[in-house]
Antibody
Framework: EVQLVESGGGLVQPGGSLRLSCAAS????????MDWVRQAPGKGLEWVGR??????????NYAASVKGRFTISRDDSKNSLSLQMNSLKTEDTAVYYC??????????WGQGTTVTVSS | QSALTQPPSASGSPGQSVTISCTGT?????????VSWYQQHPGKAPKLMIY???KRPSGVPDRFSGSKSGDTASLTVSGLQAEDEADYYC??????????FGAGTKVTVL
């Protein structure tokens, strides 16, 4: 079964850091770009960023709202995707989804992990 | 990058059709044939329904169809069923390895 499972969410104070993880299974992880998408409470989907799949030459791209604060990485040996979030703001509060990128769309999604930024 | 424009709500009776629009610019929807649509039920993860403007992934009923004209893409759900009641989001490739989503449309089956 093709599956993505996120973990690492929680409560963090403004200005703090958090690292999210996404474990992939059931497909060839190295064949795919991977994305992070978030959804603030009661709001719509927002693309966060993407990482390509070329070994030793991964390219990352980010939404303007997180650029310089968030970093996406992957460990192909562990079929794992990560999102390092620094300098967190209250507006970063959201459910964070990892998603498999395919044909410029996201065809497989995890169940999401909740990040709450609050003092 | 501004969000794509979708109507906040749409509705139809069972068996009827509903069409949702998604308006962008020549830098996203109008510039690429990479529009996708997602269905999201409350508390659930989004599900891909349409990719590359009009293609359906395996397992998606053919009641769902997509199209595009200029800077506006559309999703049509024909033969509405109760389980189609959900939020629907469009997305487009926006160049420079970026994506943009619409604000979402809540579809109600009357």
């Amino acid at each position: 079964e093709v599956q993505l499972v996120e973990s690492g969410g929680g409560l963090v104070q403004p200005g703090g850091s958090l690292r999210l993880s996404c474990a992939a299974s059931g497909f060839t992880f190295t064949n795919h770009y991977m994305d992070w998408v978030r959804q603030a409470p009661g709001k719509g989907l927002e693309w966060v960023g993407r990482i390509t799949n070329t070994p030793n030459n991964y390219i990352t791209n980010y939404a303007a709202s997180v650029k310089g604060r968030f970093t996406i990485s992957r460990d192909d040996s562990k079929n794992s995707l990560s999102l390092q979030m620094n300098s967190l703001k209250t507006e970063d509060t959201a459910v964070y989804y990892c998603a498999r990128d395919w044909a410029a769309s996201m065809d497989v999604w995890g169940q999401g992990t909740t990040v709450t930024v609050s003092s | 990058q501004s969000a794509l424009t979708q109507p906040p709500s749409a509705s139809g009776s069972p068996g009827q059709s509903v069409t949702i629009s998604c308006t962008g610019t020549s830098s996203d929807v109008g510039g690429y044939n990479y529009v996708s649509w997602y269905q999201q039920h409350p508390g659930k993860a989004p599900k891909l329904m349409i990719y590359e403007v009009s293609k359906r992934p395996s397992g998606v009923p053919d009641r769902f169809s997509g199209s595009k004209s200029g800077d506006t893409a559309s999703l049509t759900v024909s033969g509405l069923q109760a389980e189609d009641e959900a939020d629907y989001y469009c997305s487009s490739y926006a160049g420079s390895n970026n994506y943009v989503f619409g604000a979402g449309t809540k579809v109600t089956v009357l």
